[in-house]
């Protein structure tokens, strides 16, 4: 079902007016976790003005210790909601076990970690729902593998599906991990879901940020996600990959300029 061969045709997944995909290229922005509200509403006026179309944060943190900041949970999707509705963009937020499903009642798409990427229980769950889910391809997982699960999801009957590339383990050492920015094209020819690039999560830190976000447009993504925090040292998670809000105003420009190019007939 995520096939070319089922539906040629490119699909555009809309959240709330904001479109990706079959010529809909749009930006989500924010911080990696949910922290108080006054970060979250600086934060996301700010991206907002730069150009973001929606507003990302997480709740529920998968962090590689525990013993790290876990997240506001419930709060944090409270708080995100409230932010959201005031600057009217549509929220993004990651559930990462299908017994928190009602908590994201009122947030507008589920996000699929890629620790959580064949958590097959979750994936059935999603496709019992309407709401549109943003799949982020496992560190670890083959093409092949990512469109299986987002097949889980389009056969539950859910085909509001965007997959997210964000990077996965190789034997590069430049960065955290390796943007595959050949999948990018591959999904592209292979699927007619849209397919936006993560680089925030790719590269682990900030400086390679606009490259990757420059390179992952150049390979024809319908979006990208890109963490942005009002002060980026100051992230009580992933502070190391955080651009700040003028570093994503100057990515949005000049993506919009590459894109124009790459489009050109
Ligand atoms: C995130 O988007 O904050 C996140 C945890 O991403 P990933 O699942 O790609 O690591
Ligand atoms: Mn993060």
Do not use: W
């Amino acid at each position: 079902m995520a096939s070319r061969q089922y539906k040629n045709e490119y699909t555009t997944v809309d959240v709330k007016g904001v479109r990706f995909g079959n010529g809909y290229f749009s930006y989500i922005a924010g911080p990696c976790a949910i922290e108080s509200y006054d970060v979250l509403a600086k934060t996301a006026s700010e991206v907002k003005k730069a150009g973001a179309g929606m507003l990302r944060g997480g709740a529920f943190k998968p962090r590689t210790s525990p013993y790290t900041f876990q997240g506001l949970g419930k709060e944090g999707l409270e708080i995100l909601t409230a932010v959201g509705k005031e600057l009217d963009m549509p929220t993004v937020s990651e559930i990462t076990d299908p017994r928190q499903l009602e908590l994201f009642d009122n947030i507008d798409m589920l996000q699929v970690g890629t620790r959580n990427m064949q958590n097959y229980e979750l994936l059935k769950e999603l496709g019992n729902s309407q709401k549109p889910v943003l799949l982020k391809r496992g560190m670890g997982s083959t093409i092949e593998e990512f469109l299986m699960c987002a097949e889980y999801i389009l056969s539950g009957g859910n085909m509001n599906v965007v997959l997210c590339e964000r990077g996965i383990r190789t034997f590069s050492p430049a960065f955290r991990n390796t943007f595959d920015i050949g999948g990018i094209v591959r999904l592209k020819t292979i699927t007619h879901l849209p397919v936006i690039g993560d680089p925030s999560h790719s590269a682990g830190i900030a400086y390679p940020v606009p490259s990757l976000s420059f390179a992952a447009a150049a390979a024809g993504a319908d979006g990208l996600m890109l963490e942005v925090h009002s002060e980026p040292e100051k992230s009580l998670s992933d502070a190391e990959q955080a651009i700040d809000p003028e570093c994503f105003g100057s990515i949005v420009k000049k993506v919009d300029n590459i894109r124009k190019t790459i489009l050109e007939k």
